[in-house]
């Protein structure tokens, strides 16, 4: 069976994207208004955004689990340009991951481990697992060289 980690990340991403939809995730009233964090410009122009990034929290908490929200604030955030100066880094905005977060713990997917933040439950690792799965063998059948690494 495949991991996150044998599959391309926007693959993987996108795919996790049209599972969530399906699922009982509610999106709050002010997701088409609010901007990702203080180095943006603009709210972001797709309209299932929101989506995106629960699925990229998932694969991201997969990967570096037990991980916090002020270290995905940071992961998330990017360098915003002051003045004359250099750029400098802001954090992506906590409500948005907060949220998040909270609609996956919901579905089951994640746990809380006191002291360290969230990591994967057995749930949200099976999922993964089985949509990798899903991505390798499609990405085999495109390039039957691929075949060694499933």
Not at 13 to 32: A, F, G, M, R, Y
Not at 88 to 117: C, M, N, P, Q, W
Request: aromatic residues 8%; charged residues 25%.
């Amino acid at each position: 069976m495949a991991k996150a980690y044998d599959v391309p990340a926007d693959l993987l991403i996108s795919k996790l994207t049209e599972t969530l939809k399906n699922e009982d995730i509610v999106q709050p009233s002010w997701i088409p208004f609010v901007k990702t964090g203080a180095h943006a410009v603009k709210p972001p122009q797709q309209s299932d955004w929101y989506y995106t990034r629960c699925a990229s929290l998932l694969r991201k908490i997969y990967l570096h689990g037990p991980i916090g929200i002020n270290d995905l604030r940071s992961m998330y955030g990017s360098t915003k340009p002051v003045g004359y100066g250099g750029a400098h880094h802001r954090d992506a905005g906590g409500a948005i991951i907060r949220t998040a977060i909270h609609s996956l713990e919901k579905l089951g997917y994640l746990d809380k481990v006191e002291g360290k933040g969230r990591t994967i439950s057995h749930e949200g690792m099976k999922k993964l697992d089985r949509l990798s799965t899903e991505i390798l063998n499609e990405l085999i059948a495109k390039n039957p060289n691929l075949k060694k690494y499933s």
